[in-house]
């Protein structure tokens, strides 16, 4: 019998006792443990974020926010061996861990500078540089101030980066002044739970200010109201149910999504074989292919190549992807895990069989894989799959295989086409544009800007300092239209002022003076 995960709400550790659900290894599939319902206890544990959690934050100046964020990441980093070992039952090599743990309590630090050195030292910030007058006189003014909001930050996180996808939403709250309830997702709660469990166990952050909810939330939503926020990182479809949720709708709660998208990368036509776009190009969605097995939301999902270097682009990435060891994380040569589970590779095979319908796999097969260190057919194990389409295919602007799946399709050549491509996905978290031809660059990225939350544009003289396709950064915004959530997160300081309360406040020059002090 494997030990049930507990949620730490209201100050205390408290074991769910509702029917529970065993989670799995995604390499061996041994049982690893169980995640009941602790639904009984969640008004008491907004209540204690509201009261206990919130004031607290709420009496700290920013800089202080800052330094306790500064700690609790500090904590993290400390003990990241054993986020790391916790990781490999999900399926990550090492690498895959620390692009979540590491880049997670990484996050945490930007914020933390971000708070020390963009925030006043106080607790409100006076956004105008000066008051606008209303007179002649000039004893009549108005300015915005923003403050911190009185509710709980509930954010609802999804199963490939359970470290990484709590602190994102995690920091910028607590620079805001507002305590946070964090769902798992049910694959990887094991790894999130101890990751909350070392920052309790630090004392950096106030009682209250960070609770964890390891199970099913129930009937959470109902007694959200409008000083609270959601925060979902998911399924498109799942974030369309949860956005139209009466309390939402009619409490005004505040909701942001950043959903599943067909992210696409766009090869110039300047980039021919032997040039070193082309071959950034291939590194990159081979890349993004096989780092977490394919499941990050920001994976390239389409490869948009010119039409008639699409033989050489597929002749290139399948001798790259035949260099792919795939097997147990920590076993010698091995350079791509697990899926989290057998549930979610049995649903990319699936997906992979609708893309089939109006694509060819040119590279792997969805039910056979050779694997090193480990029972295929125990663990969750998918070889990474190449498919190629043409102009007439529709599915891989729609479907998404949330694994090592990509498809490679066809353009004109021209910005133009790029863009009407790129569009089809109905928007998307990221794009990337991989050309030393700046007009095309330049066209290509106006052209798409408005479909995607961020772009990146690869070359030769950007390559070295380059984060990559997948990779968002703390200092940008990480969401996207449409399909995408229509959401934003992160973007440095924006996400903060998320979590506040922008006020217009009228009245006399003394009165104004003092609102930041």
Known sequence: MVDTIPSYLSGQWRTGDGDARTVYDAVTGAAVTQIASSEA????????ARSTGGSALRAMTF???AAALKAAAGALAERKDELYA???????????????????????????????????????????????PFGKQGVFLGQHILTSRLGVAVQINAFNFPVWGMLEKLAPAILAGVPTLAKAATPTAYIAEHAVRIIIESGTLPEGALQFVAGPIGGLFDQLDGQDSVGFTGSAATAASLRSHPRIVGRSVHFTAEADSVNASILGPDAT?????????????????????????????????????LDAVQDALTAALGDIVIGAPGAEGVTMGALVGTDQRDDVRGRITELSK????????????DVVGADAQAGAFLSPILLRGDATSGSAHDVEAFGPVATLLPYDGTAADATAQAARG?????????????????????????????????????????????????????????????GEEEGGLRAVYHHMQRTAVQGGPALLNSLGH
Do not use: W
């Open 86 to 132: 916790l990781s490999a039952q999900a399926g990550c090599t090492r690498a895959d861990a620390k692009v979540d743990v590491d880049g997670g309590f990484g996050t945490a630090m930007v914020y933390a500078g971000l708070g020390r050195k963009g925030l006043p030292d106080g607790t409100v910030i006076v956004e105008d540089p000066a008051p606008t």
């Open 273 to 309: 074989p032997g040039t070193e776009e082309f071959d950034l190009f291939v590194q990159q969605v081979v890349t993004e292919m096989t780092v977490k097995a394919g499941q990050k939301c920001t994976a390239i999902r389409r490869a948009l190549v010119p039409a008639g270097r």
């Open 41 to 48: 206890h969640l008004a008491g544990a907004l209540a204690h």
């Open 426 to 486: 109905q928007g998307s978290l990221a794009a990337s544009v991989v050309s030393n031809d700046g007009d095309f660059a330049r066209d290509t990225v106006l052209g798409i800007a408005a479909h995607h939350g961020r772009v990146l544009v690869l070359d030769r003289d950007s390559a070295s300092e380059s984060t990559g396709h997948g990779i968002p950064m703390p200092q940008l915004v990480h969401g996207g239209p449409g399909r995408a959530g229509g």
């Open 358 to 369: 109006d694509a060819q796999i040119v590279f792997g097969d969805p039910n056979t894989v």
């Open 63 to 65: 800089s202080e926010r």
